[in-house]
């Protein structure tokens, strides 16, 4: 599992299992951050239990992977729209993207634009037999089903229903609970 940074790391309880980074309340959802920031955290036992990032990702390949998009990604009048607002606090990737917005608010925000769609890019390509997507905004999920079918490589998995056999490849799922 990793995410896009739209939740701050905490640095209360850092390697507790028991204190989540990551909330999504309407789902019951909480999990933690890679705990210790390790390299090795993508094969490490306990990462089951923790969410990976672009940092302790970038440059591994998964069988399957689940990204989480945040609230940093929507669908809105007819375009894919970056939020750079909507970032974690603790996210490095946007150093001194505050500073430069007001110098030049343009320059900041195409910098941050990239930067955003880079981040989902690198973690949708991790899984190389499928990829499981969450998305915080219901516009950009039902955008994302379109465009999927259209390329007909999705197969669309409702939030409460099992995965479908593993053996299909370069199977996307766009899974959200109604």
Not at 148 to 164: A, C, G, H
Request: hydrophobic share 30%; proline share 3%; charged share 25%.
């Amino acid at each position: 599992m990793v995410a896009g940074y739209c939740w701050d790391w905490k640095t209360e309880g850092k390697g507790n299992n028991n204190v989540y980074d990551i909330s999504i309340s309407d789902h019951d959802f909480f999990m933690s951050w890679n705990l210790n920031n390790t390299t090795t955290w993508a094969i490490d036992p306990e990462s089951v239990e923790q969410a990976g990032c672009i940092h302790t990702s970038q440059g591994l390949e998964f069988d399957y992977v689940g990204v989480i998009i945040g609230e940093d990604l929507r669908y809105e009048n007819g375009r894919i729209m970056t939020d750079p607002f909507n970032r974690a606090k603790t996210d490095k990737s946007l150093t001194g993207f505050k500073s430069l917005y007001k110098k030049n608010k343009d320059e900041a925000l195409r910098i941050a634009d990239q930067i955003i769609k880079n981040t989902y890019r690198t973690l949708m390509t991790r899984g190389m037999k499928g990829c499981y997507v969450y998305c915080m905004d219901p516009d950009l999920k039902k955008y994302l089903i379109q465009r999927m079918i259209r390329k007909s490589k999705l197969v669309y998995i409702p939030y409460s229903e099992q995965p479908i056999a593993a053996e299909q490849s370069a199977t996307y799922y766009v899974t959200n609970e109604e």
